[in-house]
């Protein structure tokens, strides 16, 4: 489980000792039939990285080794103490790393025993704005369509994501369908990624106008006439409000930086069944709910709902979805809405917890929780098989909050996060436990341990389980997998993600199941369509229309901060790269540059000695050694300043910087501005400059040191 894709593997156990030998696809999975991509092999059996083996607490400024009854006495204590005084003072962030199991248990501590709104779950940094999307639309979360639909396609448009790197083995079937005759892969990117250049024709809008040329196109369809007036009068509202809040085809191009001609062809591409994917490039943004929503509002004004058609986010963590169902973040478990009283009433007392006990709201996101370190009043961070010091915008900000908080992390790698931690504990990864995860296309599969636990690691249900019953006594009457998924699964019963169906012992037979499953025997296929009709899960039974429309960017680019930068995914990154980035690789980001940006960011006219070495020191942070392609140079935000390879690269468009997102040094860069709706952060556009550097800087140490450990 490496991706989101929900691909089975079958491993095998080593002869000897602790860990995995050999990993395959499985052939009678029903998600992947046995294909398998060399990340998710090489990185289950042969993760880079360094193993957490033991417990570690805080002394004396040093990370020592200790025992697992030190290091939770010291986890309840402070916990405790934090709780009395304020409950929303203890803040909890989970992650897609984590079992079905894991995820529910802990949001069932955060949200029923400490009763925290600072709780959240990792995906509010990638899914947050396609969840909103989701809701305003059609009611509920999740894609309509399945993998089933991607062979009944006829045009592939992937907007703002790059499978061919991300999700390989889903690429593959995009690939296969689009080279079928009358079909075609159409790829909206500003950068040329290795989807692009597989694609029938790539277009390339402006970093951040996403939204521009979906209103664009929306436009130029209403405008040739061709919605599909039989299923918007059938099947939506909110229409018409949506056709007078356009823009005019030709400005909003014009605002997108591509051509009439280019919006026509988007809007031909519609005429087709079509299928639509976008990512991290549409949602990691200050406008991501409402670019999502302007998709979404693509495929129902032209009919493109319904087998092989529609709206598909794609999800990046390994089980986003499950904690997207499961984990009590953005929804009650089943995706019950947080806002519906009854809702609320129903949780609390399948929880045995008073109604008041849970929190109001569902909490500010991953950025607002380290804000609310800043005078209160969050005073404790627990953090589960997540790397905030890294994966936060703004990192360096981050990692400064987290240092005044009592920190504990759980994981199963040292990471840029557990070198700040006043508690480290060591976790199990997947191949060493027992649960269920939930694929991008609502699927949920078996997870089996494929080798026994190192003495000293537990796994996340164990420890959540534990710090609950020392903190809210009562709360888990059952700590095993299969009995934790049973109180799940029938939690679920009659909501939109229905998992009551789904049981170990169906799992056993079938692999894998997708919901909504009510029975033993049903499965979810495409959502919102039963063969005789649509209905959506909105008061008025009718998908929704959405009036989003482009603004400007959060941080503009300036004489002193000329580029763009920009993020992305590599072949072999994941996360925050601790399990796929050799501990011994080049220090420097790579950061890839158009020749043309190298040639005019060594024009620069003032002398290295007037070239801060940090932004905060500076707004011109530009000198005038000339840069060449290969050697290190000094990136610069108005938050940082990070060594990185430049690399010439004629595939990123001229006056933006590409660098990966794994990479913890690279949001020492980016913005902390989010969406208002979904609370997802704008990784992918902020203002930087590129520098040459003085030999010395060049030469410097790694930043990021592991925890020292005393034997």
Not at 81 to 104: F, I, K, M, P
Not at 186 to 215: C, M, N, S, W
Not at 493 to 499: E, H
Request: hydrophobic share 35%; proline share 7%.
């Amino acid at each position: 489980m490496r991706c989101a894709v929900g691909c089975g593997h079958l491993t095998g156990r080593v002869d000897s000792g602790y860990g995995i030998d050999g990993v395959r696809g499985d052939v009678a999975h029903p998600t992947n039939r046995g294909l398998a991509c060399s990340r998710g092999i090489d990185e289950t059996q042969n993760p880079d990285g360094e193993w957490l083996t033991r417990p570690y607490v805080r002394q004396e400024g040093e990370l020592r080794r200790t025992t697992w009854d030190v290091a939770l006495s010291r986890v309840v204590d402070e916990f405790r103490d934090v709780l009395d005084r304020d409950r929303h003072g203890l803040a909890v962030l989970g992650s897609g790393q984590q079992t079905n199991e894991a995820a529910y248990a802990l949001g069932k501590l955060a949200r029923g025993g400490f009763g925290t709104r600072h709780y959240d779950a990792n995906t509010t940094l990638c899914m947050a704005s396609a969840v909103a999307a989701y809701n305003d639309a059609f009611g509920s979360d999740a894609p309509p369509p399945t993998y089933d639909d991607i062979g009944d396609a006829a045009t592939h448009v992937v907007w703002g994501a790059n499978p061919a790197v991300a999700h390989p083995v889903l690429f593959r079937w995009v690939v296969e369908s689009a080279t079928e005759d009358g079909s075609r892969l159409i790829v909206v990117d500003p950068v040329e990624t290795r989807t692009a250049e597989q694609g029938d024709r790539h277009v390339a809008p402006d970093p951040g106008t996403d939204l521009a040329l979906a209103r664009a196109v929306l436009a130029r369809a209403i405008e040739r006439g061709e919605v599909d007036e039989a299923f918007v009068e059938e099947a939506t509202t909110g229409f018409e409000a949506v056709r007078e809040s356009l823009p005019d085809p030709a400005t909003a191009a014009a605002t997108a930086g591509v051509s009439l001609a280019t919006v026509d062809a988007l809007a031909d591409a519609f005429g087709d069944p079509t299928l639509v994917y976008w990512g991290m490039g549409v949602n990691q943004s200050v406008q991501g709910t409402d670019t999502a929503g302007a998709l979404i509002d693509l495929c129902l004004a032209t009919g493109n709902m319904g087998p092989g058609s529609g709206p598909f986010s794609l999800t990046g963590q390994a089980n986003s979805m499950g904690t997207r169902v499961c984990s009590s973040k953005g929804s009650w478990p089943g995706m019950r809405s947080f806002e519906d009283p009854a809702e609320r009433r129903t949780i609390a007392e399948a929880w045995g917890v008073s109604v008041e006990r849970l929190p109001d709201d569902s909490g500010p996101g991953p950025v607002g929780i380290c804000e609310a370190i800043d005078g209160g009043p969050v005073e404790a961070v627990w953090a589960v098989a997540t790397n905030p010091a890294a994966g936060l915008p703004d990192a360096s900000a981050a990692r400064d909050r987290l240092r005044e908080t009592f920190l504990v992390v759980q994981d199963a790698f040292h990471t840029d996060t557990t070198e700040l931690a006043d508690v480290v504990l060591p976790a199990a990864t997947w191949g060493e436990s027992d649960g269920t995860a939930m694929n991008m296309e609502r699927r949920v599969s078996r997870v089996r341990p494929a080798s026994d636990l190192a003495p000293a690691v537990r796994t996340d249900l164990d420890v959540i389980t534990a710090v609950g019953e020392a903190i809210a006594p009562g709360l888990f009457p059952e700590t095993e997998p299969a009995a934790v998924f049973d109180e799940l699964a029938a939690l679920t019963a009659g909501t939109a993600a229905d998992l009551s169906g789904v049981s170990y012992d169906r799992l056993r037979e079938e692999r894998a199941v997708r919901w909504p499953a009510p029975s033993a025997k049903s499965e979810g296929g495409y959502r919102y369509h039963d063969g005789g009709g649509w209905s959506f899960r909105t008061p008025s039974g009718r998908a929704r229309f959405s009036t989003g429309t482009h603004g400007e960017a959060p941080e503009p680019t300036d004489e002193s901060y000329p580029l763009v930068l920009t993020t992305g995914r590599e072949p072999d990154g994941y996360n925050t790269g601790v399990r796929s980035r050799d501990g011994e690789a080049d220090p420097a980001v790579v950061a890839r540059v158009n020749p043309a940006t190298i040639e005019r960011s060594s024009d620069g006219t003032r002398t290295e000695g007037e070239a801060s070495e940090s932004a905060s020191e500076s707004s011109d942070p530009v000198g005038e050694t000339a840069i060449e392609p290969g050697a290190i140079a000094r990136l610069v935000s108005r938050r940082g300043s990070i060594s990185v390879r430049v690399t010439a690269d004629t595939a990123v468009p001229t006056g933006t910087v590409w660098l990966p997102i794994h990479n913890g040094a690279t949001n020492d860069l980016t913005l902390a501005a989010t969406d208002p709706r979904s609370n997802e952060p704008n990784y992918k556009q902020c203002a930087v400059a590129l520098a040459p550097t003085a030999a010395e800087v060049a030469a410097e140490e790694p930043r990021r040191t592991k925890p020292t450990a005393d034997d």
